[in-house]
C-alpha cells in the first residue's frame, strides 16, 4: 500500500502509529504553515508557496501514486475566485531522475465568452534552465483548446521548481468560466546526480497534530 510520508518538524509519540494510516487531502495553507517535505510515489514535494486571489485554504492538496492535485472553485462569478498561483518543488526519490512532467485540468465550465487556462514554468535551477507547459479551454468550439500538454525533461534532473497560473475569465455579465482541478504527474528514470536526503516516514495524517504542536512552541514562547 502506498502512504504519503512527510517531514513536518513537529510530531508527537503517536507518530509510529499514524505513520501506517492512509494519507488525507489536506488544504495548501496547511502544507505551506506546517513546511518540511511530503514524499509520495517516486517523488518529494516542498516549498509550497501560494500566490493570486483564492487564498490558500481553498485549495485542497491531494498527492497522487504519479503526481500532485490541486482542487478548488475557481470561477468568474466569486469575488477573489478567479486566480492562484502556486509554486512548489519536486524532488526525485534516491537514485531516481525526473524525465518527464505532464499537466492537465477538469471539471471546467465555459458559457459565452469566458476561458480557463493554466500556465506553468518548471525550473531546472542546477542547470538554470526552464521547462513550461500550457493548457487552455474556451468553451467546445474554441480553436485552441487543449486540456493537456507534457514536456520531456533532460534525464539527469533530479529537482525542479514549480511555477503554475491557475486563470478563469469572463469577458462580460452573462459569461461565466469555472475549473475544479489542475494536476502534474511526473515519470522517472534512474538518474546519476546528486540526491536529496529523505525524511522519516510520517503520515500526512499528523499533520494537524503538527500545526497544533507549532501553535503551541508559539504561545509557550510569548
Known amino acids: 500500500m502506498s502512504y504519503v510520508k512527510c517531514t513536518l518538524g ?15 487531502a489536506v488544504t495548501l495553507q ?11 510515489g517516486n517523488e518529494i514535494y516542498s516549498g509550497f508557496v501560494d500566490g493570486g486571489s483564492l487564498p490558500a485554504s481553498d485549495v485542497t492538496v491531494n498527492f497522487t501514486d504519479s503526481g500532485v492535485q ?3 472553485n475557481w470561477n468568474s462569478l466569486t469575488p477573489g475566485a478567479n486566480s492562484s498561483v502556486i509554486s512548489y518543488t519536486v524532488t526525485a526519490a534516491p537514485g ?7 499537466l492537465f485540468f477538469g471539471g471546467q465550465v ?23 507547459m500550457q493548457v487552455f479551454y474556451a468553451g467546445k468550439n474554441g480553436s485552441n483548446n487543449n486540456l493537456r500538454d507534457s514536456v520531456v525533461i533532460d ?3 533530479t529537482s525542479l521548481r514549480v511555477v503554475k497560473s491557475i486563470d478563469v475569465a469572463a469577458d462580460s455579465a452573462n459569461s461565466f468560466a469555472s475549473l475544479n482541478f489542475v494536476e502534474n504527474t511526473y515519470s522517472n528514470t534512474p538518474g546519476t546526480g546528486a540526491q536529496p536526503g529523505v525524511p522519516e516516514p510520517m503520515s500526512l495524517a499528523l499533520l494537524p497534530l503538527a500545526l497544533a504542536g507549532l501553535g503551541l512552541r508559539k504561545k509557550l514562547a510569548r
Do not use: C, M, R, W
Not at 513537529?10 to 488525507?24: H, N, W
Not at 506553468?120 to 534552465?129: F, M
Open 96 to 102: 531516481l531522475a525526473i524525465n518527464g512532467a505532464d
Open 10 to 24: 513537529v510530531v508527537g509519540a503517536l507518530g509510529l502509529l499514524a505513520a501506517t494510516q492512509q494519507a488525507q
Open 110 to 132: 465555459i458559457i459565452n465568452n469566458a476561458t480557463a487556462s493554466v500556465g506553468e514554468t518548471l525550473t531546472d535551477t542546477v542547470n538554470n534552465k526552464d521547462y513550461s
Open 30 to 40: 496547511d502544507l505551506i504553515t506546517a513546511g518540511g517535505q511530503v514524499v509520495h
Open 155 to 157: 534525464p539527469t534532473v
Open 70 to 72: 490541486f482542487s478548488a
